[in-house]
């Protein structure tokens, strides 16, 4: 009786407490600093550690400097493709609260989680370029990788989960289940989630799965965001045609209906 009526409003409480609005600007500029933090701490990284030394160059490489920095390929690769995600997660969550309308504590708090995991992308980096070689540790160093952009893009889908469920709160229309961006947010933000778990079940498959294979495929995800765009406005329009075309089956079915009924009340 009592008990399960207090338990009740406890729940109720806690429910409105994560349901409270949060200021969007604020956790926004938070976000963005963040992620600013972290492409330049890789920047420093990047810079710290891969760059050849003069006396190196003249002496092992007969001063050619383009030469040195290719034994540093590996590095720079790995580098290329941590930026190129962290800039598309970035991308992914400006168009996310572009077309959140409130933010809740709820959200912030899954923003929160997602950052903590956005803030393990250099960790990722340094893994990836130090056990670059073919061995057990290249492919944890890859899985961990995996790991972590998974956690940092599933919280961000689940924030766009938590806006659906008060959609008329706190969406933007185009948004909102049948908007004209509902499809395309979809499958953006279920993009590299599904990416870093086929990866990571790659790397449990392939013997022959790399580092190299690894940024590579993070570097063609931008490329896989504009064939994404294409395909679903392909697949709506054709789904809106087979639609148009159906109801204009109806119609004229309705139509031979009607006429045959006058037809026979005349004869």
Known sequence: ?????????????FTF??????????VEAFSDGVYAIVATLLILDICEDNVP???????????????????YGPNYLAYFGSFVTIGLLWFVHHSLFLYLTKATRL?????????????GLPLAYQLTS????????????????????????IFQFAIWT?????????LHPFARYGGKEHAFMFAKLALYPCVSLGAFFLTC???EFSTAIFHLMQIVIPFAFLALRIFVRISLAIIKSVMSLS???VVLLEEEEACLSSGETLS
């Open 1 to 13: 009786g009592e008990r399960d009526e207090e338990e009740h409003r406890s729940l109720e409480t």
């Open 17 to 26: 407490y994560l349901s409270e609005p949060l200021s969007k600007e604020r």
């Open 53 to 71: 030394d003069p006396g190196e160059v003249r002496e092992k490489f007969h001063d050619s400097l383009l030469e040195a920095l290719s034994e």
């Open 107 to 119: 959200m912030g708090l899954l923003n929160i989680l997602s950052l903590a995991f956005i803030g």
């Open 130 to 153: 130090e056990f670059a070689e073919r061995s057990h540790n290249e492919i944890e160093a890859i899985q961990v990788s995996c790991v972590i952009t998974f956690f940092a893009s």
């Open 162 to 170: 938590t806006a659906l469920l008060h959609e008329r709160e706190t």
């Open 205 to 207: 498959l392939l013997s």
């Open 247 to 249: 109801r204009r089956k």
